[in-house]
């Protein structure tokens, strides 16, 4: 599903470069669960952009889905993810002016093929992780755990092969965090979707098939 070979991701400031990551090799199964863990700075949201193609690499490969990410232009990266990626970011970035069901379909929208089954999707998925009676509710009126499971549901819509999480669970108690996180696992097992999320707490991770330091994939140096 993913396949990684020295990547380095630069960034230029002035006369100084930064590495902001560096992978010397990882490779993501088909249906697999992998956490990504590591201190705070060390490149994890990086490598998540890079993998969405969000971000170019300075260098190295990376492949998804089996597809060299290199070989598209930003309008075929716009499409790829649209067709295969779904992403939950850290701050869930819903539309305040919409409501739960609309935001979920919007997901759709992206991919240019929100239609009447979209809709039955995004109500099915709202309802499995218990908000069929949020459906007309707008993002202020729901808790953050609520927002959370619509941001999730949001990423599932378009039924992506890979749905990548950025610290997903941010600011919430950890009772709940765990909880929606266990919805979004067994939604993503039952499909056959692949699942790589970035966390800081051991105990989600540990809900996880695999877990890796990011600094364990550097290249010696
Ligand atoms: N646009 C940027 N310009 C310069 N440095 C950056 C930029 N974005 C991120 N960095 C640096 O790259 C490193 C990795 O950042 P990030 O991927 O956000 O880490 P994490 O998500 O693990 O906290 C950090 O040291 C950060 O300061
Ligand atoms: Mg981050």
Not at 188 to 213: C, F, K, N, W, Y
């Amino acid at each position: 599903m993913i396949e990684i070979h020295d990547l380095r991701k630069e960034y230029r400031r002035g006369a100084e470069t930064v590495l902001a990551c560096s992978v010397r090799e990882l490779r993501v199964a088909p249906g697999e669960q992998l956490a990504l863990m590591g201190r705070s700075g060390c490149g994890k949201t990086t490598l998540l952009n890079v993998i969405a193609g969000i971000q170019r690499p300075t260098s190295g490969t990376v492949a998804v889905c089996g597809t060299d990410l290199a070989t598209l232009s930003e309008g075929g990266l716009d499409r790829f993810r649209a067709r295969h990626v779904g992403i939950v970011f850290q701050t869930f970035n819903l539309l305040q002016p919409f409501t739960a069901l609309e935001n979920v379909m919007l997901g759709a929208v992206f991919g240019g093929r929100a239609d009447a089954r979209h809709r039955a999707r995004a109500q099915e998925l709202l309802e499995r992780v218990g908000l069929g009676d949020r459906l007309a509710h707008r993002p202020r009126e729901l808790s953050i755990g609520q927002q959370q499971r619509v941001a999730m549901c949001r990423a599932l819509i378009h039924e992506p092969e890979l749905v990548l999480a950025d610290e997903p669970l941010g600011n919430q108690d950890r009772e709940t965090g765990t909880r929606v996180l266990e919805m979004l696992l067994e939604i993503a097992r039952d499909e056959g979707r692949t699942v790589v999320m970035v966390t800081h707490d051991p105990e989600s991770a540990r809900l996880m098939q695999r877990t890796i330091d990011l600094k364990t994939l550097r290249e010696a140096s």
